[in-house]
């Protein structure tokens, strides 16, 4: 088909023979004859309608639940009509990199406004243009702590543990060690923290809330950190910040997390966004893009990418991150969600999550489920029972409802959010009382 | 170009002040100048040990980032932190603004004077 | 123009949210205290504001854009469209395998035409780009020669005409990088090569056509060379767009490679991002993929855990609307149509190459591949117009400018990727601006230095940003 490429055949003609080849095989002739392809064993070409009838099938096959119950690190959120027409501008769309800042000052503001949205919510100094997803998020951030006398990494098992395996694998690479602090009562073991982090530690790394939902004791989690000379990171839930302490008022030195639960679609795990910030002391640390402002040489307010020096197209070998394509589009997209819904939404959004979690919670432990947990939850908790959970989840599958996050045997992982209802809500309890009954 | 006969030179543009047993370490005119308008460095810490042709620090202008090499071996007996905060001041007084000095100073036999420097830098151009 | 935290009022605010239909909880401890600067404007102004932004950036679709390396081609309008249908953008990617058949069979058709694309036996869509690619290939060849106890291969080879990502790419999967130079075709230097292979080689990483966009026919050698050697060999996939279907990696010899589905397989870069960076690898590394790839058992799809994998390296399946567009825009090419691409691809550049050479001094005057780098060193030297100067000229015309500065290996480099979607009409329209950008830089070197002339804002003040950061708007 090559349908995307305008010329027509006799142009393609015309235009070899102009600067002087033959034909096509002519212009390849560099190309060693022992490597050249005979033949690419794909499908051939599809016309537009046979290709949109092909894809939109695949989407077919997937089961579209009624309610979502499952969280564990994609969460399901309503995303504002507008979120979703502004990020598909084709501007944006299309752009490449803001390297022309002539020219890209649309996406290098869009930026910057990011970048001070996610100060705002995290309270710290500098925040990078994003990586790619919570996950790297947390690894880039435990490479920043690192340096020649402090190079052990001390990573909370309340982790998500889809982040502690990217951590592990950043690290593997690194030749890095990392070393994992127990929970207690489903938040980390801060005691045993302080008993295993010893002088060469670079870091300790917490989730708030934590995988289980718990809320940490961010402040003690800090001062352990810092009496060994470490630094904290906090892997945070960026809709618990409208309400909860920001990591600054922890004693954070980096905020990360994933983006994915402002504006953006759970859609099989990406694209997402990674979100990192520090206090100013770590800015020269911090990977990947940053937007600065500046003034042109009008005296005109603009923006640029700054700090380049740091980065791999310039340091190459001595860059402390590869990083160079980012997620800047959805960047973007959480940029927009948090102005259409403001300070005011993002509370109200925060507190609903709150109070529908809880609402959940007391009517599962009416209907025959425990709590596993004590303390206070954002908008997680575990239950077990003595009912296999794969017995409850499958009654929840068979009413098109995607029930709670399996842990084990008899432990699920559950989540609410704004979009819940009560009634879906009471029905989720009456399917899994008739389940314990 | 200001090349001040009372010190002494690299060929990779480090002037080196010797006094004594400690030598005081910066970039020349000459590399300021060709580097542009510095935006950072990154200097060692107090206490570490540093060799004659090895790198100790780095300047970044805007869109390069290039290795200062030690004149002499030595140790760090000190850091010049306020061309950290102001990297400005190497492209305004390159002289002046020092990058750190060194105790215990060895391996000064390679360096060059201000007229053999002078005459490298045609040479180079 | 204003920021988004500089417009509206107090009080303005969308109605997003119903009303709480269950009763309030009030949690205790850890509230924030910090006060929260968010915008608070109506609709109708947050629109706007992101329409001027909008305005005030340049995409494919606003001109030309031949920005060397990066492969900016037209992003067809149905991938878009496919990417936002509910029945994948609804899909949590924790739910059962059996409700996700469909996000399953996009991944396993688009690895599996990955794979025959590069010429590779297995292939991962976790990476989230291509220098995600890159770290993740790196780690294969490191899990590799772990696994063979062969723990003293800790060097990476990379000539100095590479991309920066390759060289950080190596340093973060431990590796020590080894810089050899390239000779005077921009192509690697073997006897450089033989000298620098040995006992402690990890591998190699090239990208083939080069940076300079030089296909290097002595590629069987170069493989040959680094194997003899026990080395693995890497494709740095970025220029795969040159030779898809005209030529796979797999059959130059290379054992892992990363694609970039947002360079390649034209899915837009979205200002940065999102990209997706799929590794591929012969079978030998396959017991080392992360995440899961996804296979199909009889009719059905399923999650497939390597036996002794690297881990993750992101969290979840990878950019997977990302790989939709990607499998979208294959599904309509086809194998003619992957074929007809590279072949336009290539055919472009050397139109421009051709008939810019009576103006510009190309860096390497040979046939190129899918693009080309002109060299401004004379014009430099002679009348101090850079390759800046030329690039900031091309603003004013509405053409974005080609990559600059960049392979290092080249002074006052410019390179031009025109890609196949782009007009005989638009090509020589751009010649001739080329053309009138000389002439005027030979005539009238002060306006050519002071462009743009009618961009939103003139050339930034770079120093004053870098050595005085602000790097978040102040309340």
Redesign the interface.
């Known amino acids: ?7 027509t055949k006799e ?2 003609l015309k ?2 023979n ?4 033959k034909d ?1 095989d002519d ?6 004859e ?4 005979k ?8 016309s ?1 309608l046979e ?2 009838t ?12 009624k309610a ?1 119950y ?1 969280g ?3 969460y ?1 959120h ?1 995303i ?1 009509s ?1 979120v ?3 990020t ?11 390297y ?8 290098l ?5 990011y ?3 996610i ?3 995290t ?1 710290m ?3 990078n ?2 990586v ?5 998020a947390a690894a880039e951030a435990c490479a920043m702590c690192k340096d020649r006398k402090h190079s052990v990494m001390y990573v909370s098992e309340s982790t ?1 543990p ?2 502690v ?2 951590i ?3 690290c ?4 890095t060690e990392v070393k994992m602090v127990p929970t207690k009562d489903g938040v980390t073991d801060l005691d045993k923290a302080k008993e295993m982090m010893t002088e060469g530690a670079a870091c300790l790394y917490i989730q708030q809330p934590n995988f289980f939902g718990q ?1 940490e004791d ?1 402040h003690k989690a800090a001062d352990i950190a810092h009496g060994i000379g470490a630094k904290l990171i906090m892997g945070c839930n960026p809709m618990s ?6 990591p ?3 004693g954070a030195d980096i905020a990360v997390g ?1 983006g994915q639960p402002l504006g953006l ?8 966004v990674g979100f990192m910030a520090c206090v100013s002391d770590m ?1 020269r640390k911090i990977p990947g ?10 005296g ?1 307010r ?3 990418l ?4 740091r ?9 402390s ?10 960047a ?1 997209t959480v ?2 969600y ?9 509370e ?2 925060a ?2 999550c ?3 979690s ?2 959940l919670l007391s009517e599962l432990e009416k209907a025959g489920l425990k709590r596993v947990y004590n303390g ?1 939850f ?1 908008h997680e908790f575990v239950t077990t029972s003595s009912v296999p959970a794969d017995k409850i989840l499958a009654a929840l ?1 068979a009413k098109n409802i ?1 029930g709670g ?1 399996k842990l084990s045997d008899n432990e699920i992982l559950w989540c609410a959010t ?1 979009k819940n ?2 009634a879906s ?1 009471d029905e989720v309890a009456a399917i899994v009382k008739e389940v314990c009954a | 170009m200001n090349t001040p006969a009372e010190l002494k030179y690299t060929k990779t543009h480090e002037w080196v002040k010797i006094e004594g047993n400690t030598a005081t370490i910066g970039l020349t005119d000459f590399a300021q100048s060709e580097l542009g ?1 510095l ?2 460095v990154n200097l060692p810490e107090e206490g570490d040990a540093v060799t004659a042709g090895d790198v100790f620090a780095d300047v ?1 202008s ?2 390069a980032v290039s290795d200062v090499n030690c004149p002499v071996t030595g140790e760090v007996a000190e850091i010049n932190e306020e061309i950290l905060d102001e ?2 001041k190497i492209n305004e007084a390159p002289y002046e603004a020092w990058f750190i000095k060194v105790n215990n100073v060895t391996d000064t036999e390679d360096l060059m004077t201000a007229d053999e420097y002078d005459k490298f830098c045609e040479s180079e151009k | ?1 204003e ?3 500089e417009i509206g009022e107090a009080g303005r ?2 109605d ?2 119903p009303k ?6 009030k ?8 006060e ?6 109506s ?1 109708q102004e ?2 706007r ?14 001109g030309f ?1 031949p ?1 060397g390396s ?1 492969t ?5 309008k ?1 991938d ?3 990417a ?13 395998v ?6 399953l ?2 991944m396993e058709t688009l690895q599996k ?1 990955l794979a ?2 590069a010429g590779m036996d297995a292939v991962t869509l976790q990476p ?5 690619g ?2 993740t290939g ?2 294969l060849i ?1 899990a590799y020669h772990e696994s063979r106890n062969d723990m003293k291969r800790n060097k990476i080879i990379v000539p100095d005409s590479a ?3 390759n ?8 590796f020590e ?1 080894i810089n050899i130079p390239s000779d005077d075709k921009g192509c690697v230097d073997l006897d450089g090569l033989r000298a620098a292979v040995g006992e402690d080689t990890a591998g190699l990483m090239l990208t083939n056509p080069n940076t300079v966009g ?2 290097d ?1 002595n ?2 050698e170069i493989t040959k060379i680094v194997h003899d050697a026990g080395g693995l060999c890497y494709y740095d996939g970025a220029n795969l767009n040159a ?1 898809m ?4 990696p797999g ?2 010899g290379f054992d892992v490679l990363h694609i970039n589905l ?1 360079k390649t397989f ?1 899915t ?8 997706s ?1 799929p590794v591929g690898c012969k079978a030998f590394l396959k017991e080392f993929l ?1 995440g899961f790839t996804a296979v199909k058992n009889g009719d059905a799809y399923d999650k497939h855990y390597a036996a002794n994998t ?13 790989m ?1 567009k990607a ?2 825009y ?12 590279s ?2 691809a ?2 472009n550049a ?2 421009m190459r ?2 810019l050479s009576k103006t510009y001094h190309m860096a390497y005057p040979v ?1 190129c591949m899918h693009e080309f780098v002109m060299t401004l060193e004379e014009e430099h030297k002679q009348i101090n117009i850079a390759a800046m100067d030329i ?2 000229a091309m ?1 004013d015309y509405g053409i ?2 080609p990559t600059m ?2 392979p290092l290996i080249v002074h006052e480099a410019l390179m031009v990727e025109p890609t ?5 009409e638009e090509m020589d329209h751009v010649i001739n601006v080329l053309k009138e950008i000389h002439d005027k830089a030979e005539s009238d070197p002060d306006y050519i230095r002071n462009s ?1 002339h009618t ?13 005085t ?5 102040e309340f």
């Open positions: 088909m090559g349908r995307y490429v305008p010329n142009e393609q235009m070899l102009e600067i002087g080849y096509f212009l390849f002739s560099v190309i060693p022992s490597v050249r392809l033949n690419l064993n794909l499908e051939e070409g599809k537009e290709t949109a092909i894809i939109s099938n695949m989407a077919s096959k997937n089961k579209q639940y979502i499952r564990a690190g994609a399901d309503y504002p507008i979703k027409q502004i598909s501008k084709e501007e944006f769309v299309t752009a490449y990199t803001p022309q800042a002539e020219i890209s000052q649309g996406i503001q869009s930026i910057f406004e970048q001070t949205a100060c705002q919510l309270g100094d500098v925040s243009a994003c790619y997803d919570g996950g790297t998500d889809k982040v395996s990217v592990k694998t950043y593997f690479g690194s030749n809320i961010a910040l409208g309400i909860m302490e920001t600054r008022e922890a994933e679609p759970i859609a099989f795990g990406g694209p997402y800015m893009r940053i937007v600065g402002q500046t003034e042109d040489h009008d005109n603009a923006y640029v700054t700090l380049q020096a980065e791999q197209h310039i340091r190459r070998e001595k860059a991150s590869n990083i160079c394509s980012n997620e800047a589009l959805c973007m940029s927009v948090l102005a259409a819904v403001g300070k005011v939404g993002l109200e959004a507190h609903q709150v109070n529908k809880h609402y206070e954002f599958e995607l996050y704004e209802t009560k809500m | 308008d935006v950072f970044e805007v869109k990297p400005a | 123009m920021l988004i935290f605010q969308l997003i949210f709480c239909d269950v009763p309030e909880v949690l205790n401890a850890n509230l924030r205290k910090q929260l600067h968010l915008p608070h404007v609709e947050l629109s504001h992101y329409t001027k932004l909008a305005k005030r950036t340049h995409g494919v679709n606003d854009y920005l990066c900016m081609k037209y992003n067809p149905i878009e469209e496919m936002v249908l509910q029945g994948f953008t609804g899909v949590h990617p924790l739910a059962p059996e409700a996700t058949q469909g996000c069979e996009v035409d025959e694309i989230a780009a291509g220098a995600h890159e770290f790196l780690l490191k991309h920066g990502t060289p950080a790419s190596a340093v973060m999967a431990g990088v030089v296909f026919k590629i069987l030779v279907g005209q030529c796979r059959d130059m947002h034209a837009p870069h979205g200002g940065g991002g999102p990209g960076g992360p690297i881990g993750n390296v992101r969290t979840m399946a990878g950019n997977f609307l990302v939709v499998l979208t294959i599904t309509t090419l086809g194998k003619e149509g992957i074929k007809e691409a072949s336009n290539v055919l050397n139109y051709v008939k046939t690039a900031k603003l974005h400018p500065y960049f196949e979607t782009e007009t005989k743009p961009t939103v804002i003139s050339r930034p003040d770079e120093v004053k940003a870098a050595r950061p602000v790097v978040a708007y």
